[in-house]
C-alpha cells in the first residue's frame, strides 16, 4: 500500500483516500490563527485538520 503524503502541504489532504482538498483556508475560520478542525471527507472518513501559520516581511527603499 502507499503512503499519502498528507503532512505539511499546501492543501488540506486526507489521509485516509489521499483526497486534496482545494480552497482548503475555507475550512478555518480566521486564515492567521493556528486551530484544529474536524472534516468529514467524500469517502466517508472523518479527520483532522491542523493549519500552521508563517508570517514572512519583505521591505524596499522608497523612491527619491
Keep these: 500500500m502507499n503512503e499519502i503524503d498528507h503532512e505539511y502541504t499546501e492543501e488540506v ?3 485516509y483516500c489521499g483526497y486534496k ?3 482548503s483556508y475555507e475550512f478555518f475560520s480566521d486564515i492567521a490563527s493556528e486551530e484544529e478542525v474536524e472534516i468529514d471527507c467524500d469517502c466517508g ?3 483532522i485538520a491542523n493549519q500552521s ?3 514572512h516581511y519583505y521591505t524596499r527603499k522608497t523612491e527619491k
Design 21 to 23: 482538498h482545494t480552497e
Design 13 to 15: 489532504v486526507c489521509p
Design 45 to 47: 472518513e472523518t479527520f
Design 53 to 55: 501559520v508563517s508570517v
